[in-house]
């Protein structure tokens, strides 16, 4: 995966004199003291990297706000979630600047040296940390093949001595964490409830919050669907909870299974409820057909005991002390026990008693035969010396079942299963596979097997060639030996990959209640569309929002243009228009619409977080939205007329009479709305297979159990529309007093330009639908620019004039090669803006979508009444403090500079605006974590 850059603004003044105040306080040296302003100043010291199948995500940090790009979603991304919500923590940043490490021999002297870039620079209250998450695999690894470097403590506790070494000496404390130590259940209730630690987030009513107290304290012990049944709201419940008026575990107890989910009056009752619970649990089962451990056993790892759950052939699910499950990739706790790092009791080898999973039908059925033959003492279909020696084996079974293993037969082992060539023979057959079948080149097996011939003539064995084994024997080997990675890439291989689902009992990627995860994906539709005067106007793209957790359609575009990061922000237009909210999280592919600097500016601002797929892995996290894609192709676009189903295949065998593109007649508005029904309408009331009821029913529960959490509102007007129109390809633009900005090819003027001075750069928003006005954030406000002598496009979009533009650039540089005195272009210059300059079935599109998107109301932003409109974009208190944080010019009105020429204090509010003052006491399960 390529690198991805990040685009977090300047640390707020007021957490610079915290960070100083600490390294002070602590007498931190010259150089920890230049690490930490390096930290600050430069940003992350390299790109975020998503190796080896890691999920990147851009990570909102309500303490700091900065955008973090992270690497890990069960490492980095847990980690910062604790650290955002820790009142202890001053302020954080990932990606540190680089050091060069010291490895040290047995003998103490310097071996070599290496780069090392650690994942956060922590300020804390009482001293700067240095922090590191790392695979606990990968970790025993390391462990193993130098224990010079790492080592680990009884207790489960990592050290990396280099880098501990290192920053010692800048006046830093050093911690490695494993990824299978970090409490995801804390994590996830950490998430769950941060919403109601907001500024703005009511607070709870006393007479509720008396109410529900004596409600809990008269039994002890209540389930949260008791509680709701009896009239109280889930968001006061939560709320209770975070201000510690009821109690639950935080570690333990999960707030997103409503179902199970029980509030306690204190600590105590929480703790007679759960041995309640313990004393009528019965022992878990163990699966057929699993391996290595076993259900109900226990292992200690870390100095903690815990016990199996569900054991599975890759992980193995496991709880500690009652807490919340964990989960362990098989591969670790062999290598860790391999270390003599972990004792278990259900750890088996690999030869062990037989399971009825392991035999045949018919084997159990010829046992079953010979148990019941010598159970009657029958001698009639055995004899007696097979009754005495069955009896031999059935000696030692304390049951039926036992006795009929024992009498299972061996069959399926019958034969002799060496190989008949020899081991250099054998050489040859990987040789061959290796050098001549797993390459680019695709050769078949028949070309490989010659080439593997003339490795035999050539190969001496005994004095004599070596004999090649027959083709069919060597062709039976391709499955073991060929390699489609090598042979046909990477995506190829993914795609032969057996599916594993693995179930995330961690960190779930499709949320946990409604509004949380959303999916956003575009795909071509296959329809071809005409004008309502019929034009034809080819193939629209369709953009789809899903939510994660209810299987729900959460937005729906439909444009002609292809996919951009204006139709990403129209996405979310159209979300807000729908739900009045946001997503806390959008799931997008790596597509560089998703990575422009517009949209993460916009996500930024609003708190929303960025996850990124995983390259090439659409199965990973992005299974539900390509389902949902592949279900409106299949149920929608197939039906009308027109659909273009019949051109993916083989367009060379399509005739007149078929062609789709002739027999098109549905217009975009048209197939807007079908799409729209089937979504909206037919699809949300329809059972879904996976949640047993329709997405609309099961939404309305979840939002009954989990909040409806109203205060996160958000209100489609003017300030929402302007936040989501796109930057000008160049956010900030200098300004002339006499002719205004230059945006893409004409200028655009606002009265109040006049009174600054030249040079001065102010922000720059363009309106996608209108290319006759753009917007300008000018004197702490934002106004309408209108485009000077610009008649000819009021009716124009910005996409429409860059591609006009673009073609004139074409045809300039063409007649000047042909021309060097271009008297062409001077006079299309002198005549520019006129009709005949555009393409007369782009602007039909561009109509088309503008007159949808009218209807819709999620057009243009702000329209001017004259032509000389400063119309200004006043606070409203439903926009969710938008205006609180909207950017600074570069310079003030006076000419001087500014704190930053970029968008320095774009997201200066965020931070203020979720230092809740329930922060403080939002989760005193993390002074167990430290």
């Not at 391996?291 to 052939?313: N, Q, R, Y």
């Not at 009825?356 to 003492?377: C, D, G, P, T």
């Not at 080149?441 to 003539?457: I, P, S």
Request: a neutral charge; charged letters at 25%.
């Amino acid at each position: 995966m390529s690198p991805v850059r990040s685009l977090s603004p300047p640390l707020r003044p007021e957490l610079k004199v915290q960070v100083d105040k600490v390294m002070f306080d602590q007498r931190i040296t010259a150089p920890g003291r230049e690490y930490v302003e390096e930290c600050i100043s430069q940003g992350p010291a390299r790109q975020a990297q998503g190796r080896l199948g890691n999920a990147i995500t851009r990570f909102v940090s309500r303490k700091t706000g900065l955008c973090l790009l992270l690497e890990s979603r069960r490492g980095e991304f847990a980690l910062a979630v604790l650290l955002d919500n820790d009142p202890d923590v001053i302020a954080f940043f990932t990606q540190p600047p680089t050091v060069q490490l010291d490895i040290l021999g047995e003998d103490g002297k310097r071996r070599t040296t290496t780069r090392y870039t650690p994942d956060f620079l922590v300020v804390r209250k009482n001293g700067i940390f240095v922090m590191e998450t790392r695979d606990e695999g990968r970790l025993l690894d390391a462990l193993a093949n130098d224990s010079s470097q790492f080592a680990r403590s009884e207790v489960g506790e990592w050290r990396f001595l280099p880098a501990e070494s290192r920053f010692s000496k800048l006046g830093f404390g050093y911690k490695l964490i494993a990824n299978s130590s970090l409490p995801a259940r804390l994590v996830e209730n950490t998430r769950f409830l941060e919403d109601y630690a907001r500024v703005h987030a009511p607070a709870l009513d006393p007479l509720v919050c008396a109410a529900l107290k004596d409600a809990v304290a008269a039994q002890g012990s209540v389930a949260l669907h008791e509680l709701l049944g009896r009239g109280f709201k889930a968001d006061d419940i939560y709320r209770a909870i975070l201000a510690h008026e009821v109690h639950i575990d935080w570690g333990a107890d999960r707030l997103a299974n409503s179902a199970e989910l029980v509030i306690h009056a204190d600590a105590t009752r929480r703790t007679v409820h759960q041995l309640l619970m313990e004393a009528r649990r019965g022992p878990a089962l163990e699966l057929p057909g699993t391996i290595w451990l076993k259900a109900d056993s226990t292992f200690e790892f870390g100095g903690h005991k815990f016990t199996v759950l569900i054991p599975g052939e890759t992980f193995v699910l496991a709880c500690r002390d009652g807490a919340a499950p964990q989960r362990f990739d098989v591969s670790t706790l062999l290598k860790a026990q391999a270390q003599g790092l972990l004792k278990a009791d259900g750890l088996r080898p690999k030869v062990e008693a037989d399971k009825i999973a392991s035999h045949s039908k018919e084997s159990l059925e010829r046992a079953a035969a010979r148990l019941r033959s010598v159970r009657s003492n029958d001698t009639t279909e055995f004899s007696a010396r097979s009754h005495s020696r069955y009896r031999k084996l059935i000696a030692s079974a304390t049951s039926n079942l036992d006795a009929l293993l024992a009498l299972v037969d061996r069959q399926n082992q019958r034969g002799n299963r060496t190989p008949r060539f020899s081991e250099a023979n054998g050489e040859l057959i990987e040789q061959a596979y290796r050098e001549f079948y797993n390459t680019p080149d695709c050769r078949t097996v028949m070309g490989t097997y010659a080439k593997y011939q003339e490795l035999c003539a050539n190969t001496l064995e005994f004095g004599e060639p070596v004999r090649p084994v027959a083709y069919t024997t060597f062709c039976r080997m391709e499955d073991d030996l060929g390699s489609t990675l090598e042979r046909r890439g990477r995506r190829a291989a993914y795609q032969a990959r057996p599916i594993r689902p693995e179930p995330e009992f961690e960190f779930p990627v499709n949320g946990v209640r409604p509004h949380e995860v959303c999916f956003i994906d575009h795909t071509i539709a296959n329809l071809a569309t005409v004008s309502p005067e019929g034009v034809k106007l080819g193939k629209p793209t369709l953009t789809i929002g899903v939510d994660g957790h209810t299987a729900k359609s959460r937005a729906l575009i439909l444009s002609y243009d292809p996919p951009s990061s204006q139709t990403v922000l129209m996405v979310l237009r159209d979300y807000v228009r729908r739900h009045n909210r946001l997503p806390k999280s959008i799931v997008v592919d790596n597509g560089k619409e998703f990575h422009s600097d517009t949209l993460i500016k916009f996500c930024a601002l609003y708190g929303v977080n960025i996850h990124y797929r995983t390259p090439g892995q659409p199965r990973e996290r992005g299974s539900m939205i390509e389902r949902l894609l592949g279900a409106t192709e299949t149920e929608v676009l197939s039906e009308m007329t027109g659909n273009t189903r019949l051109m993916i295949k083989d367009t060379r065998l399509v005739t007149k009479a078929v062609d789709p593109f002739r027999r098109a007649e549905w217009t975009l508005v048209a197939a807007y709305y079908a799409i729209e029904n089937y979504l909206f309408d037919v699809r949300a009331n329809r059972v879904h297979p996976a949640i047993g009821r329709t997405p609309n029913d099961y939404e309305a529960q979840r939002l009954a159990e989990t909040g409806a959490r109203d205060f996160l509102a958000v209100q489609l007007d003017e300030n929402f529309l302007l936040m989501t129109s796109p930057h000008a390809k160049r956010p900030y633009h200098k300004v002339d007093p006499q002719r205004g900005v230059w945006v893409n090819g004409p200028w655009y003027r606002h009265p109040d330009m006049q009174k600054l001075g030249k040079g001065h750069r102010l922000e720059v928003r363009i309106e996608p639908w209108n290319a006759s006005v753009v917007y300008v954030y000018l004197n702490q406000r934002w106004v309408t620019a209108v485009g000077v002598n610009s008649r000819w496009l009021t009716e124009r979009t910005q996409r429409e004039v860059e591609i006009m533009l673009r073609e004139q650039q074409r045809l300039s540089k063409l007649r000047a090669q042909q021309d060097r005195l271009t008297e062409d272009r001077q006079a299309f210059r002198a005549n520019r803006w006129r009709p005949e300059h555009f393409d007369a079935r782009l602007n039909v599109q561009q109509l088309e979508m503008k007159t949808l998107y009218d209807n819709l109301g999620i057009s243009e932003a702000m329209r001017p009444s004259t032509p000389d409109d400063a119309r200004t974009l006043e606070a409203d208190g439903g926009a969710t403090a938008v205006i609180t944080a909207m950017p600074v010019p570069a310079k003030d009105a006076s000419g001087g500079d500014a704190a930053s020429p970029e968008t320095a204090n774009e997201l200066e509010a965020i931070g203020d605006g979720q230092a809740a003052s329930g922060r403080s006491n939002l989760f005193a399960g993390l002074q167990n974590f430290r």
